[in-house]
């Protein structure tokens, strides 16, 4: 039996538990330099406000106080969801953190126990602890365990937060419930094409062939599938290594100047850099991308990505930023407002495990250099000790006008009790 425990609200729900005035009224978490919507209440979500939408075209709503606005406070989701993983790995030793805020746990010879106390033990004790409210779902398959989780969620006041699908009775009944594009893995792309074959919830999709999925699913969605038959087909995954890192950012306005967004890419690549050894990682593709902004229908529109094969796999700052403004160079064009770029590794191997080539090796002086840096800069403060190309005397900040106090992990602004 699996359990799929998800955070409500996430982000709106860590605003409110260190401010309880936001309790019941509409909250909004905008993205980098508070540019779209990425988190919303359920009073947000009953204004009509969509995922995604850009904050301008609400900024009358924003501005006249209707709703409760907050700038992406990484520091604090990313602690407060630490604080929740770790109390449910006492509930079980295997255990898939899926997301920032979502986790499965395996309750495999658990049979005799009564999982839906477990469950609104699990409730009570990360509410009591953090603050934070959950719902569980449970099944003998994880993506039923989403369909329930879905159910414990969206019928809370009949559910308590907690459902368990353990009947044929129950998984045909909550299937035929469930829209087909609100399937846990089924986008846009397959769901209109399901829609235009009348498969219009989850248990139409299950009637399908097992061929016709896999010739026009792949294996992944025959996969899925299975497993909303109940045949158990999708395991816990190991995730405790990323399969790859991203370091994206929108900027605060459009540039044009080839030297900025050369320094931003070189900064993004520092940081893809120091992630990787982190995990002790290196990489052997670099991706970067570049594009303007989609919402300016007024202004020309270019968007671009190059992937970059590496002659060795490395994780030294200096070589993923020599590849990365490599292509960079490669797909700027002139003429153009651009308003967000990125670079991504992937391709993981070992940092102890390197396969050396005659001709192209990574620099071995980078790996003990690579090491004073990030000594230093974790004993003096971030970006204490960069590279010349990231110009030490400029300091980039994101705009994040309406961020709110890092409470759990900066002494300085914990919060203050009155008595």
Known sequence: MFALIDCNN??????????????????????????????????????????????????????????HVFSSNFALYGDMSNRVMTILGAFSPKMEIYSIDEAFLDFSGFEMH?????????????????????????????????????IAKKFTDRTGGVYKIDTEEQRIKALKWLKIEDVWGIGRQHARRLKEMNVLNAYQFTQLTDRWVRDMMTVVGLRLKLDLQGEPTLQLEDVRDKKSIATTRSFDHNYKDLTLIKERVTSFAVSCAEKLRRQHCCCQSVMVFLHTNGFREDQPQYSKNIVIKLPFATNSSIEIV?????????????????????????DFSPEDNQQLTLFDSRNVKHIELMKAVDNINRSMGQQKVRLAAQEPGRVWKMKQERLSPRYTTNLNEIITVST
Request: aromatic share 10%; charged share 20%.
């Open 10 to 67: 996430f982000y709106a729900s860590c605003e409110r538990v260190f401010n309880p005035s936001l309790n019941g009224k509409p909250v909004l978490i905008l993205s980098n330099n508070d540019g779209c919507v990425i988190a919303r209440s359920n009073e947000a979500k009953a204004l009509g406000i969509p995922m995604g939408a850009p904050a301008f075209k609400f900024k009358e709503v924003i501005e006249n106080g209707q709703v």
């Open 114 to 150: 009564d999982l839906e106390a477990i469950g609104r033990e699990i409730r009570k004790r990360i509410l009591q602890w953090t603050g934070i409210p959950v719902s569980v779902g449970f099944a003998h398959t994880k993506a039923l365990a989403k369909v329930a989780n879905r």
């Open 322 to 346: 020599k590849f990365a403004v490599m292509g960079l160079e490669q797909i700027f064009r002139e003429g153009y407002g651009y308003k967000k770029a990125g670079v991504i590794v992937s």
